[in-house]
């Protein structure tokens, strides 16, 4: 079984930052993909960033040059910077991973449990 466990949302004033972390552990052969999604009241789950291995980031548009998604390999890690945020971006911020066990031939997906992120005066 993998677990992913997130951490860093809280309560942002305009213009501010947060960092969030996510970390995989468990059965994990290797990580195909990691990325971060969020869901704010009313709106269906939207992509935010993800980063596939081997691959380049990718960006929703209302996030591109504010918010930065990084790896750490060695930790199984995936960060999202997040700077100059917006009320708009108020919204559970929840991770997402592809990750094959081992003795598993294809990968599976994997969520995190989610972290509020409120950005507001």
């Known amino acids: 079984q993998v677990q992913l466990v997130e951490s860093g949302g809280g309560l942002v004033h305009p213009g501010g930052s947060l960092r969030l972390s996510c970390a995989a552990s468990?059965?994990?052969?290797?990580?195909?993909?990691m990325g971060w999604y969020r869901q704010s009241p009313g709106k269906q789950r939207e992509l935010v960033a993800d980063?596939?291995?081997?691959?380049?980031?990718t960006y929703a548009d209302s996030v591109k040059g504010r918010f930065t998604i990084s790896r750490d390999n060695a930790k199984n890690t995936v960060y999202l910077q997040m700077n100059s945020l917006k009320p708009e971006d108020t919204a559970v911020y929840s991770c997402?991973?592809?990750?094959?066990?081992?003795?598993?031939?294809?990968?599976?997906?994997?969520w995190g449990q989610g972290t509020q992120v409120t950005v507001s005066s």
């Open positions: 980063w596939p291995s081997g691959g380049t980031a």
């Open positions: 468990g059965s994990i052969f290797s990580i195909n993909a």
């Open positions: 997402r991973a592809r990750i094959t066990s081992p003795g598993v031939w294809r990968p599976t997906e994997y």
